[in-house]
């Protein structure tokens, strides 16, 4: 087969719509460089109804008109006035070089106020179109191939004759396994330094690669009536989509295909059999395996796309999308499906409408399907979580006024007159308890029975997401044909940089065919496993280190606001001053820091954590992920929840106690106490700000910098009528869509589950802030997939992967946390054990509590390195105060068993013991009973899958039947002799129905 480039005759292959074709043109063999078009050409959206203008000189500036008056609408103009008018301008010999007197371009640069380069080049553009076809076409130039994969390649070094080789041998490779190529010169591009490659594969070729890759085709059209009936389903009405978005295609049941029994499928047109997805993924397939050396090397190791894009050979490679997604394609036979996902799907008037998950899937591919499709159920999840844990706050609310304790603290005759020991060394002076007023009632907000409640209710609702999304994912294996994909993935989805390290072959013992191993000695396999897992201790080792940074600045600032804030000068600010104190200003100021180290971090993981599993060489794209997934999440998990770990189980758990005090690592820090109000509340504002800081700035990110990098890219263009940028240019200039691309918004998601599971007992409104953030999330990929994105490579997945044994361990780890927080880091079972054994009234109530909790020190005992400096003691405190109070439960000074531990904490220690056993129990066998009462796999999904492998059995039986049929006929007829006798076709028809 022929190369066909971009040179062939006259044709021209920059090809203007009708309105705008003219008569006459030139082919110039040296295209000018471009020059740059200034940026008030506007936004390249507003140029694209250009054929709402007319293409008459109107559109022409005045040549006292300077360029810098450019709007869009005569930006366009311009351009289509000059595309038409300028054969008019262009001499009239046919000579293949531009032969443009000087005052001609001159004239040219006036009347447009483009530069004479500028100029040069629209002219060049703007050649005759015999065709008479669209630049937004995704057809070879006959409109009848279509474009199932383009590559592109820059050659500026006249004299690297190396990358040329490996591309014409590479081309030449693929055009021997039956692909068809077709080039675009450099002179038709943009830049004019572009060349684009577009590869269209023919029907034996797709159908030789969809009978090796076992793709499932429709045979037999569904006969299963849907006899689901929904009740009150009129009022999901105003949630969905119509039915031609939501189902794009009847149901079929389906049967891999096979090339030598094509007749056996339902193929009505060769050429859309396929849909545009499968055919993108079977030429990646091809690029991916092809060579780029000649058949005589034996160097296993030069073949593939990826190699080649490494290399620089090729600058990128990648599917069209099927049309502009603000506006349909022109042609009949082209689906507008980008155009269909923006408006039902990408756009944000939408976000109370139901994913049109069909489309999805048969536009990107069942991989980005299957994600949008658990991001949609996760959300409709975390409705009732919301629900639940906004009562819970509610609740709170409402109890605001029977908070007792806090009423004590905030008393001037009890916590007025209860004097505080320093909570630091040297720079913290003495200070009132009702000093913390505002804070406990702050506590009081999310420290309540309710949490309790909403603790044990998390426990169970995990259970019920992960239960039926398994329910929800077996249904869309069956509708999306993934049912036995595991085998497909393993057995053929080889990853191409696996195949060129192996040099062996070994018997598959089930499938009795030779297969491609990896030789690895236990010397080189042991060492890269202790460089692989020694990295990953490092890096977590690393992050431990930042977090004790942060622990220390926490230590040493508190100190300082401490001796600032101890005149109050805060409390001048009307309406936030009473509230901000020395711990709450360093737990802030502390959790930006630590947020701001996380986001750091995350940049280096991702290289760290790919380096390590491309050393280990996994076998297929599926083992690859899962190893890449499960190196990242231990990074993530240290990285994000380390800091809230040590807020929820160590701050304030090693003390000591006045005189006695514990230090960090033998310095002079001492160890955290926690804030007056209890560790709770400063493990919320924790929570709050790593958690809504990573969504907002991942929002931000995920929208503003593909945006942002693509109108730069772009920039050039803006100027440039649609009829003159073609479609693979259009796609040429976004953002391609990483191999990671897909990875990072499943580690976003389950970080995000982390926090709303693991630490929701400190914080019910965390499901509520997932809601909204979830709401947007799913719209923010969606348009960003759709409109600054090149369009991916299809690819298959029948789960989640990796992701969900890590869901389900987080479910489990999240009982226990939930329950230790409730235990250790809440007040809750203190209060409970005092009203229930230490009230001294006998009465039910909570009177005394905080006199109660709190013990005595003779400050005369405190040390002189312990003791506050005289300047730094409040004005009211003088010597006549000899006793200060802590928060533990120690005998008095002067007790026998003086500053140790009383009878009542032992009796705390137990209840919360009893306690965590107790809920963690009573949750897990929750948890369990509903995890057997619901079955993974819906019962009318199990029909269908059963019906139809016993239809393909049927169905191919009488299809040989058949066959055997028609041949033995044909062979009778040549024949003279008796014909044989053979068995009866009814009797082979009632045997295939007892298959």
């Given at each position: 087969m022929h190369r066909i480039t971009g040179r062939a005759g006259g044709d021209s292959l920059i090809e203007m719509s009708p309105t705008d074709s003219f008569n006459g043109g030139y082919d110039f063999m040296t295209p000018p460089e471009p020059a740059g078009v200034s940026s008030d050409c506007g936004d390249p959206d507003d140029i694209n109804d250009y054929n709402q203008h007319s293409s008459t000189g109107t559109g022409y500036l005045q040549q006292d008109q300077p360029e810098s008056t450019l709007t869009p609408h005569v930006c366009v103009e311009t351009c289509e006035s000059l595309a038409t008018s300028l054969a008019s301008l262009a001499p009239s010999d046919h000579s293949d070089s531009p032969q443009f007197e000087p005052q001609t371009l001159e004239r040219i640069s006036t009347l447009t106020g483009f530069s004479r380069k500028r100029a040069l080049f629209l002219k060049f553009r703007s050649r005759i179109d015999k065709q008479q076809q669209s630049k937004d076409s995704v057809f070879f130039r006959d409109g009848v191939r279509r474009i199932d994969f383009v590559l592109s390649y820059v050659d500026e070094k006249e004299g690297d004759r190396k990358q040329e080789e490996k591309r014409k041998i590479y081309e030449a490779n693929l055009v021997k396994v039956g692909l068809e190529l077709e080039t675009e010169d450099k002179s038709e591009s943009d830049d004019g330094k572009t060349y684009f490659v577009k590869i269209h594969a023919p029907w034996e070729v797709l159908a030789t690669y969809a009978d090796v890759l076992k793709i499932k085709v429709p045979f037999k059209a569904n006969d299963i009536p849907d006899n689901k009936e929904i009740p009150m389903n009129w009022l999901s009405t105003p949630f969905r989509l119509p039915e031609h978005i939501m189902h794009p295609e009847p149901d079929y049941f389906t049967a891999p295909f096979n090339k030598s029994k094509s007749d056996f499928y339902l193929i009505d047109d060769k050429d859309t059999f396929f849909p545009p997805s499968t055919r993108n993924r079977i030429v990646y397939y091809i690029l991916?395996?092809?060579?780029?050396?000649?058949?005589?090397?034996?160097?296993?190791?030069?073949?593939?796309?990826?190699?080649?894009?490494?290399?620089?050979?090729?600058?990128?490679?990648?599917?069209?999308?099927?049309?502009?997604?603000?506006?349909?394609?022109?042609?009949?036979?082209?689906?507008?499906?980008?155009?269909?996902?923006?408006?039902?799907?990408?756009?944000?008037?939408?976000?109370?409408?139901?994913?049109?998950?069909?489309?999805?899937?048969?536009?990107?591919?069942?991989?980005?399907?299957?994600?949008?499709?658990?991001?949609?159920?996760?959300?409709?999840?975390?409705?009732?979580?919301?629900?639940?844990?906004?009562?819970?706050?509610?609740?709170?609310?409402?109890?605001?006024?029977?908070?007792?304790?806090?009423?004590?603290?905030?008393?001037?005759?009890?916590?007025?007159?209860?004097?505080?020991?320093?909570?630091?060394?040297?720079?913290?002076?003495?200070?009132?308890?009702?000093?913390?007023?505002?804070?406990?009632?702050?506590?009081?907000?999310?420290?309540?029975?309710?949490?309790?409640?909403?603790?044990?209710?998390?426990?169970?609702?995990?259970?019920?997401?992960?239960?039926?999304?398994?329910?929800?994912?077996?249904?869309?294996?069956?509708?999306?044909?993934?049912?036995?994909?595991?085998?497909?993935?393993?057995?053929?989805?080889?990853?191409?940089?696996?195949?060129?390290?192996?040099?062996?072959?070994?018997?598959?013992?089930?499938?009795?065919?030779?297969?491609?191993?990896?030789?690895?000695?236990?010397?080189?396999?042991?060492?890269?496993?202790?460089?692989?897992?020694?990295?990953?201790?490092?890096?977590?080792?690393?992050?431990?280190?930042?977090?004790?940074?942060?622990?220390?600045?926490?230590?040493?600032?508190?100190?300082?606001?401490?001796?600032?804030?101890?005149?109050?000068?805060?409390?001048?600010?009307?309406?936030?001053?009473?509230?901000?104190?020395?711990?709450?200003?360093?737990?802030?100021?502390?959790?930006?820091?630590?947020?701001?180290?996380?986001?750091?971090?995350?940049?280096?993981?991702?290289?760290?954590?790919?380096?390590?599993?491309?050393?280990?060489?996994?076998?297929?794209?599926?083992?690859?992920?899962?190893?890449?997934?499960?190196?990242?999440?231990?990074?993530?998990?240290?990285?994000?929840?380390?800091?809230?770990?040590?807020?929820?189980?160590?701050?304030?758990?090693?003390?000591?106690?006045?005189?006695?005090?514990?230090?960090?690592?033998?310095?002079?820090?001492?160890?955290?106490?926690?804030?007056?109000?209890?560790?709770?509340?400063?493990?919320?504002?924790?929570?709050?700000?790593?958690?809504?800081?990573?969504?907002?700035?991942?929002?931000?990110?995920?929208?503003?910098?593909?945006?942002?990098?693509?109108?730069?890219?772009?920039?050039?263009?803006?100027?440039?009528?649609?009829?003159?940028?073609?479609?693979?240019?259009?796609?040429?200039?976004?953002?391609?869509?990483?191999?990671?691309?897909?990875?990072?918004?499943?580690?976003?998601?389950?970080?995000?589950?982390?926090?709303?599971?693991?630490?929701?007992?400190?914080?019910?409104?965390?499901?509520?802030?997932?809601?909204?953030?979830?709401?947007?999330?799913?719209?923010?990929?969606?348009?960003?997939?759709?409109t600054q994105f090149r369009r991916p490579v299809a690819a298959k997945a029948h789960s989640i992967g990796a992701w969900e044994e890590i869901l389900n361990g987080m479910a489990v780890l999240s009982v226990v946390t939930n329950a230790f927080i409730v235990a250790f880091t809440s007040d809750m079972i203190p209060r409970l054990v005092y009203m229930y054994a230490y009230q001294p009234d006998g009465q039910m109530n909570m009177k005394g509590y905080i006199d109660n909790s709190l013990s005595m020190f003779n400050i005369s005992a405190i040390p002189l390195d312990n003791r506050p400096d005289d300047e730094e003691n409040p004005p009211w405190f003088n010597s006549s105060i000899t006793i200060c109070r802590y928060r533990d439960y120690r005998y008095p000074p002067g007790h026998e068993k003086e500053y140790h531990h009383t009878m009542q904490f032992w009796h705390i220690l137990a209840a919360k013991l009893a306690f965590i056993i107790i809920m963690e129990h009573v949750v897990f066998v929750v948890k369990f009973f509903v995890a057997w009462m619901i079955p993974d796999v819906p019962s009318d999904v199990k029909a269908r899958v059963k019906r139809e492998r016993y239809l393909v059995q049927e169905y191919l039986h009488n299809y040989e039947v058949e066959k055997l049929k028609i041949q033995l006929s044909k062979n009778c007829d040549d024949c003279t002799c008796t014909p044989m006798i053979y068995p009866s076709l009814p009797k082979h028809e009632v045997l295939s129905e007892c298959l």
């Open positions: 991916s395996r092809c060579s780029y050396v000649r058949d005589e090397c034996v160097d296993r190791d030069k073949k593939g796309i990826k190699r080649l894009l490494n290399n620089g050979a090729y600058t990128a490679a990648f599917p069209l999308h099927d049309c502009r997604y603000w506006k349909r394609s022109s042609y009949a036979n082209c689906e507008s499906e980008r155009y269909d996902l923006h408006k039902y799907w990408a756009s944000f008037c939408c976000f109370f409408k139901e994913q049109p998950l069909n489309l999805i899937r048969k536009y990107y591919g069942e991989k980005i399907g299957i994600y949008f499709a658990w991001l949609g159920f996760y959300t409709e999840m975390l409705l009732f979580a919301a629900v639940v844990g906004t009562l819970c706050f509610v609740y709170g609310l409402l109890t605001y006024d029977e908070n007792e304790w806090s009423k004590e603290i905030c008393r001037e005759d009890i916590g007025g007159k209860i004097v505080m020991c320093p909570l630091c060394d040297k720079k913290c002076g003495y200070w009132k308890l009702n000093s913390t007023c505002n804070s406990s009632w702050q506590s009081h907000l999310f420290d309540n029975v309710g949490t309790v409640f909403f603790a044990i209710f998390m426990g169970i609702w995990v259970t019920l997401f992960l239960e039926f999304w398994k329910r929800r994912q077996a249904r869309l294996e069956y509708e999306w044909d993934l049912v036995d994909f595991e085998e497909e993935q393993q057995q053929l989805q080889l990853r191409p940089e696996y195949e060129t390290k192996c040099t062996n072959r070994k018997l598959n013992r089930i499938t009795q065919e030779m297969e491609l191993v990896l030789k690895r000695t236990p010397t080189d396999l042991m060492g890269k496993l202790f460089i692989c897992w020694a990295t990953v201790m490092l890096w977590i080792s690393l992050i431990i280190a930042c977090i004790i940074g942060v622990i220390a600045y926490r230590l040493a600032v508190y100190a300082a606001f401490a001796s600032i804030m101890k005149d109050s000068p805060t409390s001048q600010l009307h309406v936030v001053g009473p509230y901000i104190t020395p711990q709450l200003a360093t737990s802030v100021t502390a959790s930006c820091i630590n947020f701001i180290i996380i986001m750091i971090l995350n940049l280096m993981y991702e290289r760290v954590a790919i380096w390590i599993t491309d050393m280990e060489i996994p076998k297929t794209h599926l083992e690859y992920e899962n190893k890449l997934t499960v190196k990242m999440f231990l990074f993530q998990f240290v990285n994000y929840y380390s800091s809230c770990f040590y807020v929820a189980f160590f701050k304030g758990k090693f003390v000591g106690y006045p005189g006695n005090y514990a230090y960090m690592f033998g310095s002079k820090l001492r160890n955290e106490e926690c804030d007056p109000g209890g560790c709770l509340i400063e493990l919320t504002t924790q929570l709050v700000i790593v958690m809504t800081g990573k969504q907002v700035w991942g929002n931000i990110q995920e929208a503003l910098v593909p945006w942002l990098m693509n109108w730069w890219g772009s920039r050039k263009a803006r100027c440039h009528p649609e009829s003159l940028y073609s479609r693979w240019e259009q796609d040429h200039d976004l953002q391609p869509f990483g191999q990671l691309g897909l990875f990072q918004e499943y580690l976003e998601m389950v970080i995000q589950f982390g926090f709303i599971t693991l630490f929701v007992a400190s914080f019910p409104l965390a499901p509520l802030l997932a809601l909204f953030n979830n709401i947007i999330e799913v719209r923010v990929d969606a348009w960003k997939l759709t």
